[in-house]
């Protein structure tokens, strides 16, 4: 176990917090940790500068199902090519007046996938997603691994939105954990993932990284949500430990991105 909790006396998440963001950088202000194309900068997968605003993004939750079972390396190639190819069709059906704004992106390592990033383009992409074929997204994705699984889950995850709710607005104000786990392939920690990083909710995730963590802690748990209350256990308190205004989803984001990169660099 490594020296930084030593002696340490662990009765709830914020006091994990309080031991690790003194030793685990996960970016500026506006970073929640996961990058998307919006971030301003990512080093290592860490977003570093985060985007200038941040709201509800429908990739997180397409990269939720994508990064399952693989590495985050893997997953962001996926992400990439699916994101190149939804370019090409996005940027083929708007107007002209609208093609002129990618001149506000040029600054991004990826100009035109940080313009379809936005959130007014969530429901072109759930749109188009929920209309391709599956070998299709297949050829996109395969560096995923399991893509015959993955692209069946995701293009039937994109229509249910779309049929339960009609958009991603409508879907990320009113989507309950329990409609999440309905869905074929997601779990706890995807759900968990969707409505933290992809609409921007108080919900923390437990990953492998959390578990072993809190085993090599001596913490025994149950099931999913006793950890998961655990690590919640207090942590509206951590506001007080930034310097700047901070949501307690965003918190939520960071810390766990905190246990991750714990967990990456102790190899637990």
């Known amino acids: 176990m490594s020296d930084i909790f030593k002696d340490s006396n662990i009765s709830s998440g914020f006091d994990l917090l309080q031991i690790l963001k003194g030793h685990f950088d996960v970016g500026d202000s506006n970073s929640w940790w996961w990058p998307s194309y919006l971030s301003l900068e990512v080093q290592n997968g860490i977003e570093v500068r ?125 989507v309950t954990r329990e409609w999440l786990l309905s869905q074929k392939g997601i779990g706890n920690e995807s759900a968990s993932s969707i409505l933290n990083y992809g609409l921007c909710r108080a919900e923390m995730v437990v990953d492998k990284y959390t578990q072993k963590l809190l085993g090599k802690l001596g913490f025994e748990f149950d099931d999913y949500y006793e950890i998961q209350n655990f690590l919640s256990k207090e942590l509206e308190k951590a506001k007080d430990l930034y310097n700047y205004d901070i949501s307690l989803a965003q918190i939520m984001a960071r810390f766990h991105g905190k246990i991750v990169e714990y967990g990456k660099k102790h190899r637990i």
């Open 50 to 174: 985060g985007a200038r605003t941040h709201s509800p993004n429908v990739m997180f939750c397409i990269a939720s199902i994508l990064g399952q079972n693989t590495k985050y390396e893997n997953a962001s190639s996926a992400i990439y090519n699916l994101y190149s190819y939804l370019t090409k069709v996005i940027e083929s059906r708007i107007s002209k007046n609208d093609l002129e704004q990618l001149n506000e992106f040029k600054s991004y390592k990826y100009p035109n996938l940080a313009f379809i990033s936005q959130s007014r383009f969530c429901n072109n992409i759930i749109e188009i997603i929920s209309g391709m074929n599956q070998s299709e997204l297949i050829n996109l994705i395969k560096s995923a691994g399991f893509h015959n699984q993955k692209s069946q889950r995701i293009i039937l995850l994109t229509k249910n939105i779309l049929q339960d709710f009609g958009d991603f607005e409508s879907f990320s104000e009113n």
